[in-house]
């Protein structure tokens, strides 16, 4: 296992991060190591998802953890989506910058394989929803800035917040969108930036659909989900 530097907006191999990844085909041990190497670069960073473009890797990998969610997902296939939320994502390959009224499905249903190529679907609501759309749309070249206007997107000031990607504390305060709880679109979705805690979720778990409002009130979760709404 390696951690491997993170391709950034602006640095010298940006382009990959614009590129759509390849498929793969072959679910070796190479494909293994790689993956190995997704978990250890995203707990460092730290972050709640990573995908292999954002590591120089042209190909369709991404890992993503949340609570006791998990997943390292191989050519993933978004099979349904329902609803729309917007919420605020930071990104690995865009540090010191958040965006505001990312819109995403707020319940999707992937296809994928598992680094061993076993074939699994999982159903995902709220962030881990979220998260999951957005290490995709890595697959495709496809950075949360282009989902929203420019004026949308800002830099975070705070040192220490921008160190980690976080969003700061000053979150819209009242969207309200298609009837869904608060919690589950003010949060702030630094999808990629959140402080991660270990979980001892088995991988075999990843069908399990996310319980986000509910469980957002652990104190280390702060730095990237102290927004808005939320918290009781
Ligand atoms: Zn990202």
Redesign the pocket.
């Known amino acids: 296992m390696a951690i491997r530097k993170i391709l950034t907006v602006g640095g010298p191999r940006e382009k990959i991060l614009r590129t759509r990844a390849k498929k793969i085909s072959r679910f070796d041990a190479h494909l293994q190591r790689l993956v190995e190497d997704l978990w250890e670069t995203m707990r460092a960073a730290p972050g709640v998802?990573?995908?292999a473009p954002?590591i120089g890797e042209s190909i369709r990998v991404l890992v993503a953890e949340y609570e006791d969610e998990h997943a390292a997902l191989v050519n993933p296939e978004i099979l349904k989506a329902e609803g729309e939320v917007l919420g605020t994502?930071?990104?690995?390959?865009?540090p010191g910058y958040v965006g505001d009224h990312v819109a995403r499905a707020a319940s999707i249903v992937v296809k994928a394989r598992d680094p061993h190529g076993k074939e699994i679907r999982l159903r995902a609501e709220g962030w881990w929803a979220r998260i999951l759309q957005?290490?995709i749309?890595?697959l495709d070249g496809i950075?949360?800035t282009d989902r929203i206007s420019p004026a949308d997107v800002r830099e975070v000031t705070d040192d220490d917040t921008a160190e980690e990607g976080a969003p700061p504390s000053r979150m819209p305060q009242s969207h309200t969108m298609n009837g869904h709880a608060p919690a589950a679109h003010t949060v702030a979705i630094a999808?990629?930036t959140a402080e991660v805690k270990t979980t001892e979720t088995k991988t075999a778990k990843t069908a399990e659909t996310a319980d986000p409002p509910a469980r957002q009130t652990t104190p280390e979760h702060q730095p990237a989900m102290d927004t808005a709404g939320g918290r009781e």
Do not use: P, T, W
Request: with cysteine.
């Open positions: 998802g990573l995908a954002q994502e930071g990104c690995l390959s865009i957005h290490e749309d890595h950075l949360y999808a990629e």
